[in-house]
C-alpha cells in the first residue's frame, strides 16, 4: 500500500514535470522552421586540390579518403590516439546539423543555440569578447570562428578535443554555454519535438533519436562549412588582379622569415599543421602531445595556461577580418592592434615560442614601418570568404 502510494506520487511528479517541460517545448510565436523541398548541397563541397596536395605532402600516413559520400573529407581512421574520423557528409545529415545547430531547444531553458555565439555574418564567431550563456554568464574565452573544421585534430584554444564528432555536445552540456547536462533529456526532448522526427528518419532511415546521431548530424553540418573562397585564392589560383599592390606588400611580409607569421599560421589554412605524420614544432613537448599550440608572448605570466604554459592553438588566419575581437580572451579590438603587438608587444616568458626570441636572447621586435604595418592588415584582409558568410544553406533555417 505504501509502495502504491509512493508509485502513484511519483508518476504525479513526473505528469507535472511532463507538463512543465510540454509547455517550455512550445514554439516561440511565429517562428517556424523552413527548409528547401530538395536539400541543399553539402555532400558535393571539395576541397581545391592545393589543400589535399598539401594534406598528402605533410602527412602521409594520413589518407584522403575515397568514400561514396563525395571523398572530400580527410580520413584520420589510421591516425594516432584512435582519433575517430570525421562524419560522412550527407545531404539531410546535414541539413538535420543545421537546423539543430540554430535550434535553441538545445539549451536547457530554450534560450540559446550554437548560432548565439557562432554568427553566420561574422565567420561563424562572436563579436564579443566572452559571449552569453544559457543562463547570462559570460563565457571566459571568445568564440571561436568555425572555419575548415574538417581540417582539424585538435579543436578549442586548448587543443583539448580532437575531432568535430566528440566536440558538438560539449557546448551543449557546457553549464556556461547551454546546461543540457543530461543527454538522455535531450534525446527525449526532440523526440517530443514535432519536427525532428520526420528530419532524424530522413537522415539515419528511422526515427530514432539519440546522443550518437545528434552529435553526428551536427558534426556533418560543421565538416561541411568548408571556406576556401578568397580573394587571396584568386590571386594563387593565377589571377594576379585579384589582389592590389598594398596586400601584395603585407603578403610578402607575412611569408618573410623577418615576420615569421607564416611559419606558425602555415599552409593553405594559414594554420598551424595539427595533424598526424608531420614534425612537431618546436614549442610543442615532444611526440605524444597535440602539436599546433604555441606561447606567443601575451603575457608575462598567464592566468588562462591553454594546453599548458601559455600555449595556444594556432588558429587559422581565413575571414580574421571578420571575427574580432582576437586571441584567445578577446584582448585585441582591430586587427592593427595585433599587428602592434607583433610588432613590438611581445612579452618575455620561459616558454615563448623560439620563433619570438632574437638573437639577443630577448623577444623578437620587428620593427615595422607604419606603411608595413598597413601591408599586414591589408594582407589579412584579402582572406575573407564571401561565400561562406552568404551561403544559405549555412543559415538560420527558423524564421
Ligand atoms: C555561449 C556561447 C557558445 C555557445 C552557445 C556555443 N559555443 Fe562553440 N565556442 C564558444 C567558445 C567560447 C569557444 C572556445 C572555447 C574554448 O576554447 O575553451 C567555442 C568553440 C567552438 C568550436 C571550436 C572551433 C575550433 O576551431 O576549435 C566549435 C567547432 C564550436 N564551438 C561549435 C559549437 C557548436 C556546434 C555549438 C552548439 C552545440 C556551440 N559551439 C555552442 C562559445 C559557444
Ligand atoms: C610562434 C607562432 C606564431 C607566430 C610567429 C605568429 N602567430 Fe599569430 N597566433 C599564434 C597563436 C598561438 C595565436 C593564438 C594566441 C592566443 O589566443 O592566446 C595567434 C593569434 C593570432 C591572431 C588572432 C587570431 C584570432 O582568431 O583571434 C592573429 C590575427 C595573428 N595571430 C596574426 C599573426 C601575424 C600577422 C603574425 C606575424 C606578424 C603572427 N600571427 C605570427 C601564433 C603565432
Known sequence: MKKNALLLSLAILATIALASCLKQEEPVEGVKLSLPNQPFDYEGVQFPPAFQIEFQANAPNVFLANNPGGGQFIDFENSFNGISANPTVTNEGATLGRVLFYDTKLSINNATSCASCHIQKFAFADPSAGSIGFGGKVTPRNSMAIINVALNRNLFWDSRVHSAKELTLKPVQNHIEMGMEDLDVLAKKLTNTPYYPALFQKAYGSTDIN????????????????????????FTAGNSNAINGLEKM?????????????????????????????????????SGGPKGTANNGLDL?????????????IPSLRNIALTGPFMHDGRFKTLEEVVDFYDSGVKAHPFLDKKMIGPDGEPLRLKLSSLEKKALVAFMETLTDQNLIKDEKFSNPFN
Do not use: W
Open 211 to 234: 546522443e550518437e546521431r545528434i552529435s553526428d548530424a551536427m558534426a556533418q553540418f560543421l565538416c561541411s562549412m568548408v571556406s576556401v573562397d578568397s580573394r587571396f585564392d584568386a
Open 250 to 286: 603585407g603578403a610578402e611580409l607575412f611569408f618573410s622569415d623577418r615576420t615569421k607569421c607564416a611559419q606558425c599560421h602555415s599552409g593553405n589554412n594559414f594554420a598551424a599543421d595539427d595533424r598526424p605524420g608531420g614534425e612537431y614544432g618546436e614549442s610543442s613537448f615532444g
Open 301 to 313: 605570466s598567464s592566468t588562462d595556461v591553454g594546453l599548458r604554459n601559455g600555449q595556444f592553438r
